[in-house]
């Protein structure tokens, strides 16, 4: 768990406990770059459209990759 704090300063231990999670976020916005569109990441991954929607415009999740 502190690694993750230490490699993302700005995540808190909440962050570490949400539903999505680092990796889970990670690969959203990896899918995002090859132009996935946010619709089909949110049904693959049973989460809101507007979840996604929020990581790609960086208003959730800005400090993860």
Sequence with gaps: VWRFLTLYPRLNKYS???????????????????GERQIDIAKDLEINPSTVS????????????
Excluded: D, P
């Design 54 to 65: 929020n990581i790609h415009r960086g208003t959730q999740w800005k400090e993860v990759n």
């Design 16 to 34: 570490l406990q949400s539903k999505l999670g680092i990796l889970r976020v990670s690969e959203i916005k990896k899918r995002l770059r090859t």
